[in-house]
């Protein structure tokens, strides 16, 4: 939210004030992680005795949960009501945070960060890193700001109403800012399909079902990287508003509505340093089971089908020698106006018990499609009422709409009866047969409601996301174990990754769309989220064959693969011959590739590092990668430059060194861009210089023992030893050394 009018006045309506002067510096216990700072920050200088009176002051206090980790806590009226963050699994117990304090010098050290505080005027907050200033929070950095009834027209802000900009009610605000250097790049702040670099950009942390093509966004996070070495996590579940240098140009600026503002500065020196400080805190994806990984195919949205139908895509996919892993079952396995009921449509599935067990019998495993919403004509409806499992409004009548579900209530996670209630549905689904779930939905949480827990209405509304995949995952987890649950969910906010897979939203057709998608998606991935997947072909309309087969080869060549569209089905056959033997290449390379794939995903739930990583990830000293959004990584070792256009020109950047492309052994220098052009059935992938890639000896299925067959193709480019490991799916971890200098191109 911006506040300022220029550098030298403020909007309209707005009073801002800000801290003047570290004004005295304590040494104390904060309560919650021990050792801590507690700064008077009067919002102006004191010279005199009687400058004291009438004086508004900032609190900030400065404590650290884990080691390379500083919280920093402003607060106006510290008695003022506080709405909570984050659930934080990783932070210590009371009293056993990682700081060490010094009240003399105004420092806190934290592992390699350290936070200094100068003393007096003016105020002067700075980050440092080993030693090295990477950030800090200076003049007019730190504030207490008001909005008179002028400015909060201006805002979209009229009595206790929310405008549709998402913007709170609330008329009170704190913000931070923090010094943005020259030549530094912001990323992250979740699955944003605008630029990859948030320099420049207004972003409100607000959940909304806006699509792929809009500033809107399924899976909001408070968290940025910076290319300098650190990340910010602002602890509010609730609205967030940043300005990405896009008000005050030298700064980020993050604001919140009420008293309390509360963020958490991690320590580099890398990026992946930063992803896994930050996951340490937050929570890290699990590992998914290995045939999360194969092709998924869906029924798509609007189309008509049956079992007839769903037999005959699935055996036109094993005629065809396609991989298939599982089959999707979208919104209309139930009746229509019933979502949800959780119960097949007898009209369609009069057997699901019986097409259960074939689909079983054919080596696949069963997706369904759920939301958390109850349409008033399902026959849950009313149990659900009757019990208080759905959220309320302030009269004590249930909360109801017509968008999306005619009269649908909305379940109430809050309340542990609800959540057991709806795990108790899903579990008849797991025992039938059914494998795993597409949670959809949850971004439209309305916010004048009343929660079971009591639970600020404008916190729920980034948060509903995280406890209806929670219900979901942990009742997986139940009933399936640890290492067999899977999500395709849709909306997120930190801590989401604890609870993969998640996928894009709502693409359309389009090459363009394709961009932003895998924009969508490296954007995620700067934000701790170690899995993603996206609809191959686009969602909304029909692709055309060559954005299709073009998307295939990026679809099969991403952490996770689904095949789903709107009204129309994505079976390749039904764009063209070419289409289906590009699905078969791509689908049986990533079976191949799956002793690697999997292993890079054991590797992130211990780190914290995605399976797709944006160049800046690998490569955080090369200038060249800042800006780079066409191109990922997958893993580490191969680099892929999905092809965006339907002749096959391509245009991508290769980092220094010795670079082999997988599919057709080519090995060219790097250190500069390419230009190539590819047919339908290739694009660019290469392995990076002194690669060694696990190679599967099976290319038709996912979940295979991968130590049977096992090779390791090694390429060119490096030198010495390098260890290998590789995990098959029954956990199974074996240890392979390579020389690497015995390897020539």
Request: glycine share 12%; proline share 6%.
């Amino acid at each position: 939210m911006k506040f300022t009018d220029g550098f030298w006045q403020l909007r309209p309506g707005v009073t801002a004030l800000y801290a003047a002067e570290a004004y005295d510096i304590r040494q104390t216990d904060d309560g919650v992680d021990g050792v801590a700072l507690e700064i008077t920050a009067p919002t102006q200088v004191i010279a005199r005795r009687g400058d004291v009176l009438n004086r508004t002051t900032l609190t900030t206090t400065i404590s650290s949960p884990i080691e390379g980790v500083i919280r920093v806590r402003i607060a106006h009226h510290i008695g003022g009501r506080w709405h909570g963050g984050f659930a934080l699994p990783g932070a210590g117990e009371r009293g056993t945070g990682a700081g060490v304090a010094d009240a003399g010098a105004g420092t806190l050290t934290s592992g390699a960060l350290t936070a200094r505080i100068a003393p007096g005027a003016p105020w002067a907050l700075s980050f440092e890193v080993d030693g090295v200033r990477v950030t800090g929070s200076g003049h007019k950095a730190q504030a207490f700001v008001r909005l008179g009834a002028e400015a909060a027209v201006e805002h979209g802000i009229v009595g206790n109403a929310r405008a549709e900009t998402g913007v709170p009610p609330e008329r009170v605000f704190v913000h931070e800012q923090l010094d943005l250097g020259v030549g530094e790049t912001v990323y992250g702040l979740g699955e944003r399909f605008g630029p990859l670099v948030k320099n420049g950009q207004t972003i409100d942390v607000w959940n909304a079902d806006g699509g792929t093509s809009s500033e809107q966004a399924y899976k909001n996070v408070p968290f940025y990287l910076s290319s300098r070495g650190y990340g910010v996590l602002v602890n509010d579940p609730g609205h967030v508003s940043f300005e990405v240098g896009s008000e005050a140009v030298e700064r980020v600026q993050f604001s919140v509505p009420g008293e309390v503002l509360e963020y958490f500065v991690f320590a580099g020196p890398t990026p992946k340093d930063v992803l896994t400080r930050y996951t340490s805190l937050t929570g890290r994806a699990p590992v998914v089971p290995a045939w999360s990984y194969g092709p998924w195919l869906s029924t798509s949205f609007t189309t008509d089908y049956d079992e007839q139908t769903v037999t005959s895509f699935i055996e036109g996919m094993a005629e065809r020698d396609i991989p298939l892993s599982v089959f999707h079952f979208d919104c209309f396995w139930m009746r229509e106006f019933n979502w949800c009921d959780f119960e097949w449509d007898p009209r369609v599935f009069p057997d699901p018990d019986g097409m259960l067990r074939r689909l079983h019998d054919r080596g696949l495993k069963v997706s369904v499609w759920i939301n958390p919403y109850i349409a008033q004509r399902s026959p849950l409806f009313a149990e659900a009422a009757a019990a208080d499992y759905l959220v309320q409004r302030g009269d004590g009548s249930v909360w109801q709409w017509d968008l999306w579900q005619a009269g649908m209530g909305l379940v109430d996670f809050t309340n542990p009866a609800a959540v057991r209630w709806y795990q108790d549905k899903l579990r008849v689904l797991l025992a039938q047969g059914v494998d795993c779930f597409k949670t959809d939905f949850g971004e439209r949480i309305p916010t004048d409601v009343v929660w079971h827990d009591g639970s600020d209405p404008a916190r729920m509304h980034n948060l509903y996301a995280q406890l209806y995949n929670r219900a979901v995952h942990d009742v997986l987890v139940a009933e399936r174990g640890e290492g067999d649950a899977v999500l395709f969910a849709r909306s997120a906010t930190a801590g989401g990754q604890t609870m993969p897979v998640h996928w894009g939203g709502d693409n359309t057709s389009t090459f363009p769309s394709m961009a932003e998608s895998l924009r969508g998606g490296l954007s995620l991935a700067m934000s701790g989220f170690a899995h993603w997947s996206h609809d191959i072909g686009g969602f909304e309309g029909t692709p055309d064959p060559a954005v299709f087969k073009r998307w295939v080869a990026f679809g099969l060549l991403s952490s996770h693969s689904r095949f789903h569209g709107s009204d129309s089905y994505r079976v390749p056959w039904a764009f063209d011959d070419e289409a289906v033997d590009i699905t078969r290449r791509f689908a049986q390379l990533k079976m191949r590739l799956m002793p690697y794939l999997f292993q890079v995903g054991i590797d992130a739930a211990r780190t914290g590092a995605p399976i797709m990583r944006p160049m800046q990830l690998e490569f955080p000293d090369d200038p060249a990668v800042a800006y780079l959004d066409r191109q990922y990584l997958l893993g580490s070792e191969l680099l892929v430059a999905p092809v965006f256009s339907e002749t096959g020109e391509v245009e991508f950047y290769l980092p220094p060194g010795e670079w082999t492309s997988l599919l057709t052994g080519e090995t060219v220098t790097g250190g500069g861009w390419r230009r190539e052009v590819h047919g339908f059935d290739s694009l660019p992938l290469y392995a990076r210089p002194g690669a060694v890639i696990p190679w599967g000896a099976r290319d038709d299925r996912p979940d295979y023992d991968y130590h049977d067959g096992l090779a390791l193709r090694v390429f060119p480019g490096g030198s010495g030893m390098r260890d290998v490991t590789v995990t098959a799916p029954d956990g199974a971890s074996r240890d392979y050394s390579v020389d690497l200098s015995d390897v020539t191109g």
